[in-house]
């Protein structure tokens, strides 16, 4: 009898494990719908400028509470560019720009 709690156990937390784990993976996947292409040209169009002025970039996941979102870096000869992005809609959340 002993034997068969000690596998019910064992089993109910690689259960758990397997769960907590999926989780994880959907939480950091759960919404991207734009690729970072996509949301690469909203962020050159809001900022007026084309892929040739780019000094720099840099596209990260990230959330935003539960909203998936990325944050866009960008740098020019002249400006830097920040951007928080919706990772679903491509609506502009935060954007930043400072000039050299």
Do not use: C, P
């Amino acid at each position: 009898m002993k034997g068969i709690k000690k596998y019910w156990v064992i089993l109910v937390l690689l259960g758990s494990l397997a769960l907590g784990l999926l989780g994880t993976y959907a939480y950091h996947q759960f919404g991207y719908k734009l690729t970072t292409n996509e949301i690469k040209q909203i962020a050159y169009q809001n900022a007026g400028i084309k892929s040739k002025d780019i000094k720099s970039q840099e596209f990260v996941k990230s959330r935003t509470g539960l909203a998936a979102t990325y944050v866009v870096k960008l740098e020019t000869n002249s400006k830097s560019y920040a951007y928080t992005i919706n990772a679903s809609s491509g609506s502009i959340i935060e954007r930043h720009y400072k000039k050299k």
